[in-house]
């Protein structure tokens, strides 16, 4: 079955593609399967306009996946959850969640029952009493003891065994109790339902709780302990950097050492993570994972040679730099690891990205020549003869990119000083004196003086050349700039920004749900272990991978969350089948009846 459908796909037969889908047994799982292959089509295909057709041919099947999905959960949640769970082997034992999350198919990701199972997911199915569900889930794997008092365990409650038929005596299919006490039992439960006693039943029920230990190991495997617990940690790393900094240098080598520990055991938890995810055969963010790994593995090394050993007696203030660049980053990285969890900021967090990584940039590149070509003419024109030291391409820059925050109001401003008599040029005036303190000496080509007088090429109004020259072309140009630049490519930011808002607003929930997706996803297959001991965790995983069977190794969905395993039995794959066949039959009969009308013009 999969071979035809990779057949159908790639000769772009999408009705083919519908008709195995119809009739498979797994119909959810080869509707995924058939959009990530066009998926990878259409990403790759040079041909814009077959581009397009391929595009809205993977929005059908997305849509497939997704309306399956729906139905299932109608028909029967437990089957329609559990087979967001059952892995499968034919697709590198994963499961249909990992597959449409591999395949970036937001659409089946964001859709309310995924989403639903994934809030239950996060808690590892432990139901929490009250508000404030985090707060208590992650204070009862801290303390402990308030999970007796906040915390059930649905899933982990010994479900009493099903009686075979040989075990239930019936004749013709009536059910026959074992013994008379069996028989008062039914009969006292029947009177009390047919009482209306049903609630007190319940009340006086008694349900057990887990062993200790399988209620500590269910608390601690849930993704949200292990996000807070992380994040927790974080911060109080922050703190410690940021005390680093503001310590005198050179004396406190013991907080130095304890920073330098702990970017190490983060730096070997992202390598050990991206290793144990290659194995997976997980989805890896590459661009994010370098760039994290890249920065973290320079701050390491920069800051062991200068912040501990052997320059940091040499260049302290060099090594007061590398620690403030590693602040600068690891605060940063705070929006992308931990603020996007949360329902408000998360989307503006995205929103906030796209604006600042495209529309700016663009931005950028368009008020690039005015604002070169501005800030230059500035030193020109205002300060004619400052000297060509180096200096003043420095000023240049100053002025030109710092009027984009705010203007120079002294700019042009007036200054009494400038106007004492020895500062104005005039022929019985003396000019500055040159670089090398020799006096000024006008010069021609050759650097020989040319017996012109010194201030003949002299620019400006005054012997100071901090002094501006005011003149209309100063205002001119001056003015020309704010103008441009304050109510032409200012305004101009703004419109960019509110048109990224406009067209974020449509598909930024489905994105922040997808991504909200993957770091679940990304924290269940974590270790329990607290940081900064997430490397051991790493290890101990790895090398129970290596010791299983070949045959056993494979994707798994957690890392000691419970699931909800799914039914393989043949009954199951009949309910998926016949589903599908009552899918395409509406959708049929939906076609029908839309070309009705155009059927009866014809005729």
């Given at each position: 079955m999969n071979a035809l459908l990779v057949f159908a796909a790639l000769f772009n037969r999408p009705n083919l593609v519908k008709v195995l889908i119809k009739y498979s047994s797994e119909p959810l799982l080869q509707a995924l399967f058939a959009e990530s292959l066009y998926h990878g089509l259409y990403r790759n295909v040079s041909h814009f306009a077959m581009s397009e057709v391929l595009q809205f041919t993977c929005n059908q099947f997305a849509q497939i996946a997704t309306d399956l999905l729906d139905k299932a959960v109608t028909v029967s949640p437990i089957r329609g959850h559990g087979i967001l769970t059952r892995r499968f082997p034919d697709f590198n034992n994963k499961t249909p969640l990992e597959i449409a999350y591999d395949t970036n198919n937001k659409q089946f990701v964001a859709h309310t029952n995924v989403q639903s199972w994934l809030d239950q997911y996060y808690f590892n199915f432990v139901k929490v009493k009250g508000a404030w569900d985090n707060l208590k889930l992650f204070l009862s794997a801290i303390f402990i003891f308030p999970m007796y008092i906040w915390l059930s365990f649905p899933r982990l409650r010994k479900v009493p065994p099903v009686p075979s038929r040989d075990d239930i005596p019936s004749q013709d299919g009536v059910f026959r109790p074992k013994s008379a006490q069996d028989a008062e039992k039914i009969l006292a439960k029947v009177q009390r339902i047919q009482a209306g006693e049903q609630a007190a039943d319940r009340s006086t029920e008694v349900v057990p709780r887990p062993p200790f230990m399988e209620m500590l190991r269910a608390v601690w495997a849930a993704p949200a302990v292990r996000f807070y617990t992380w994040h927790m940690f974080y911060w109080m790393f922050l703190i410690l950097i940021c005390v680093d900094i503001m310590l005198p240098p050179c004396r406190f080598i013991g907080v130095d050492i304890a920073v330098f520990v702990l970017t190490i055991s983060m730096w070997c938890e992202i390598v050990l993570r991206t290793v144990y995810d290659m194995q997976r055969f997980r989805r890896v963010h590459w661009v994010e994972r370098s760039y994290d790994l890249i920065s973290q593995t320079v701050f390491n090394i920069l800051f062991f040679l200068y912040r501990i050993a052997p320059y940091r007696y040499d260049h302290p203030f060099a090594g007061r730099v590398i620690l403030a660049f590693g602040i600068v980053y690891y605060c940063y990285r705070v929006w992308g690891w931990f603020y996007y969890m949360d329902k408000t900021i998360g989307p503006l967090i995205r929103v906030t990205v796209q604006m600042f990584r495209l529309d700016l940039s663009r931005w950028i590149v368009l008020i690039a020549p005015f604002l070169i070509s501005t800030s230059l003419i500035f030193m020109g024109v205002i300060n004619p003869d400052w000297p060509a030291t180096g200096d003043d391409w420095r000023h240049a820059f100053y002025r030109g990119i710092f009027n984009l925050f705010g203007a120079f109001n002294n700019e042009l401003e007036y200054t009494p000083a400038c106007e004492n008599p020895g500062t104005k040029v005039s022929p019985n005036s003396y000019l500055p004196s040159a670089p090398n303190g020799n006096r000024w000496i006008h010069?021609?080509?050759?650097?020989?003086?040319?017996?012109?007088?010194?201030?003949?090429?002299?620019?400006?109004?005054?012997?100071?050349?901090?002094?501006?020259?005011?003149?209309?072309?100063?205002?001119?140009?001056?003015?020309?700039?704010?103008?441009?630049?304050?109510?032409?490519?200012?305004?101009?930011?703004?419109?960019?920004?509110?048109?990224?808002?406009?067209?974020?607003?449509?598909?930024?929930?489905?994105?922040?749900?997808?991504?909200?997706?993957?770091?679940?996803?990304?924290?269940?297959?974590?270790?329990?272990?607290?940081?900064?001991?997430?490397?051991?965790?790493?290890?101990?995983?790895?090398?129970?991978?290596?010791?299983?069977?070949?045959?056993?190794?494979?994707?798994?969905?957690?890392?000691?969350?419970?699931?909800?395993?799914?039914?393989?039995?043949?009954?199951?794959?009949?309910?998926?089948?016949?589903?599908?066949?009552?899918?395409?039959?509406?959708?049929?009969?939906?076609?029908n009846m839309a070309n009705m009308p155009r059927q009866q013009l014809d005729m």
């Open positions: 010069k021609n080509r050759t650097g020989l003086a040319d017996g012109q007088p010194d201030y003949r090429c002299w620019s400006g109004d005054y012997n100071n050349y901090n002094c501006a020259t005011i003149s209309f072309w100063s205002y001119f140009f001056v003015i020309q700039y704010y103008v441009f630049l304050k109510l032409g490519m200012g305004n101009m930011l703004t419109a960019f920004y509110v048109t990224r808002n406009i067209a974020a607003a449509r598909q930024g929930p489905a994105v922040w749900k997808y991504h909200r997706c993957r770091i679940i996803l990304d924290y269940a297959t974590r270790t329990s272990l607290p940081p900064p001991f997430y490397a051991l965790g790493y290890i101990y995983k790895m090398i129970r991978y290596c010791m299983k069977p070949k045959g056993s190794k494979g994707s798994h969905l957690s890392s000691g969350v419970a699931t909800t395993g799914g039914n393989d039995s043949g009954d199951s794959f009949t309910y998926w089948k016949g589903l599908a066949l009552e899918y395409f039959r509406g959708k049929e009969m939906q076609e």
